[in-house]
């Protein structure tokens, strides 16, 4: 199940972004998708996450700031981020699982399939 992560760059504090997870071969509304991120020298962390039931779920530190959402026709999730932070400075995965359950959303090691990162790179 390839997905296609995109939409990372550099961005000044206090900016927004917005990332993009392709994905093909399957049916996206079944999956449960969600994004990741780890911080130079750090662990893969959990960002969000939008169940097939449609619920959003978001990490302490993004919310209010990150939306996640899904366009099921176009087969794509998307991250947009506001007024960024330097210590949102990673690289993001996208990480989509069919059978994922609520208390395991949080657990890269829980998620079966992933995509390439993408690297945001924020400024003061």
């Known amino acids: 199940v390839p997905l296609q992560a995109s939409g990372g760059g550099l961005v000044q504090a206090g900016g927004s972004l917005t990332l993009s997870c392709a994905t093909s071969?399957?049916?996206?509304?079944?999956?449960?998708m969600g994004w990741f991120r780890q911080p130079p020298g750090k662990e893969r962390e959990f960002v969000a996450a939008?169940?097939?039931?449609?619920?959003?779920h978001y990490v302490d530190s993004v919310k209010g700031r990150f939306t996640i959402s899904r366009d099921n026709a176009k087969n794509t999730v998307y991250l947009q981020m506001n007024n960024l932070k330097l210590e949102d400075t990673a690289v993001y995965y996208c990480?989509?699982?069919?059978?994922?359950?609520?208390?395991?959303?949080?657990?890269?090691?829980?998620?079966?399939?992933w995509g390439q990162g993408t690297d945001i790179t924020g400024s003061a």
């Open positions: 071969g399957f049916t996206l509304s079944r999956y449960s």
């Open positions: 939008i169940r097939w039931t449609g619920s959003t």
């Open positions: 990480a989509g699982d069919r059978g994922i359950i609520l208390s395991s959303i949080q657990f890269p090691h829980e998620w079966y399939h």
